[in-house]
Structures are given as structure tokens and as C-alpha cells.
């Protein structure tokens, strides 16, 4: 399997990501999969700033993501995938049941979020989605970064995390 990540983050492409993540486990491409952005050159490009030139990078809308995921699995380099948030990873989940972990990066405050890590806040129905995906089979973790204990979904849901 290409594909060594599976990530939500709200930020999509960002420092950590291309680097906390992408030089240890010597990433060759990421998969942004947004269906705003993937509709908009403008987005794209403001986001291919933060990659270096050796990285390749995608976009793709959820449907097109889908029908896409084998082909990216059989690349040789390893790769990662970007959802900017739950609801986008659920539905990828929904149309590619083949999807088995998914990391939680940084899910940031905003009205409504409750703090369950530093670098994750959740409303009551992003944590139903997230129970919804485990029950699936999915193992859900939090890792902020790759040295970093992956939390698993109960412990961070159930506040032993703090």
C-alpha cells in the first residue's frame, strides 16, 4: 500500500505535515482530497507553494478520490491523504470501505468544538462521525506527530487523554 497516511487536518498542507510527516516516511506524493478545492486553480496553487518541487501533489473531490485510491495505492512511493476534515473522510470512507486507519492531525477550535487535545477541538456530531467510522473497523488515532503516541479514539473521546 502507497498510501501510509490517512489524515484529517484542517489545515491541509502545512509544515507539518510536509515535513513532520512527509520527510520520515519519504513521501513522493499527497493526495488533497476537498471537493472545493479541487474545483479551484486558484486554491491549488496557493497550496503547491508549500510542497517542495520532489513532492507531487493531487487534488481530488471525493467521488474522483474514490476511483482514484487504487491507483495511488500501486504507486511505489509512499504517499498521504488529506481530508480537511471529518464529514470528507467519512464520505471518502462511504465510496472506498477499503480505507482501514485514519489520523486525526489538527481539528482547530472554532463555536462549538470542545477540547479534547491541543490540536483537537470536536462538536457532539464530529464525535458521533468519528464512533461511526471506528465502528466500521477503522482504527482512529490522534498523532500530532510521528513521535508521538498514536491515542486511540476511545481514550481521546472518553477524556483520559488530558
Same mark, same amino acid.
Given at each position: 500500500?502507497?498510501?501510509? &497516511? %490517512?489524515?484529517?487536518?484542517?489545515?491541509?498542507?502545512?509544515?507539518?505535515?510536509? =515535513?513532520?510527516?512527509?520527510?520520515?516516511? $519519504?513521501?513522493? +506524493?499527497?493526495?488533497? =482530497?476537498?471537493?472545493? =478545492?479541487? *474545483?479551484?486553480?486558484?486554491?491549488?496553487?496557493?497550496? /503547491? @507553494?508549500?510542497?517542495?518541487?520532489? @513532492?507531487?501533489?493531487? +487534488?481530488?473531490?471525493?467521488?474522483? *478520490?474514490?476511483?482514484? &485510491?487504487?491507483?495511488? $495505492? $500501486?504507486?511505489?512511493?509512499?504517499?498521504?491523504?488529506?481530508?480537511?476534515?471529518?464529514?470528507?473522510? #467519512?464520505?471518502?470512507v462511504e465510496r472506498a470501505p477499503s480505507i482501514q486507519t485514519?489520523?486525526?492531525?489538527?481539528? !482547530? !477550535?472554532?463555536?462549538? /468544538?470542545?477540547?479534547? &487535545?491541543? %490540536?483537537? %477541538?470536536?462538536?457532539?456530531?464530529?464525535?458521533?462521525?468519528? #464512533?461511526?467510522?471506528?465502528?466500521?473497523?477503522?482504527?482512529?488515532?490522534?498523532?500530532?506527530?510521528?513521535?508521538?503516541?498514536?491515542?486511540?479514539?476511545?481514550?481521546?473521546?472518553?477524556?483520559?487523554? #488530558?
Amino acid at each position: 500500500m502507497a498510501i501510509e &497516511l %490517512y489524515r484529517i487536518d484542517d489545515r491541509l498542507i502545512h509544515g507539518q505535515v510536509v =515535513v513532520g510527516w512527509g520527510q520520515p516516511l $519519504r513521501v513522493g +506524493f499527497i493526495v488533497v =482530497v476537498d471537493d472545493e =478545492v479541487a *474545483a479551484s486553480e486558484w486554491e491549488q496553487e496557493l497550496y /503547491r @507553494m508549500g510542497v517542495p518541487p520532489e @513532492m507531487e501533489l493531487y +487534488f481530488a473531490s471525493v467521488n474522483d *478520490a474514490a476511483e482514484r &485510491l487504487d491507483t495511488w $495505492r $500501486r504507486d511505489q512511493r509512499p504517499g498521504i491523504l488529506l481530508t480537511g476534515d471529518i464529514d470528507t473522510m #467519512r464520505r471518502l470512507v462511504e465510496r472506498a470501505p477499503s480505507i482501514q486507519t485514519v489520523n486525526l492531525g489538527g481539528i !482547530h !477550535h472554532r463555536a462549538g /468544538r470542545a477540547e479534547r &487535545l491541543r %490540536y483537537i %477541538y470536536l462538536t457532539s456530531e464530529e464525535e458521533r462521525e468519528l #464512533r461511526a467510522l471506528a465502528s466500521r473497523g477503522i482504527d482512529v488515532t490522534a498523532q500530532d506527530v510521528p513521535s508521538a503516541r498514536p491515542l486511540p479514539l476511545r481514550e481521546l473521546l472518553d477524556g483520559s487523554a #488530558r
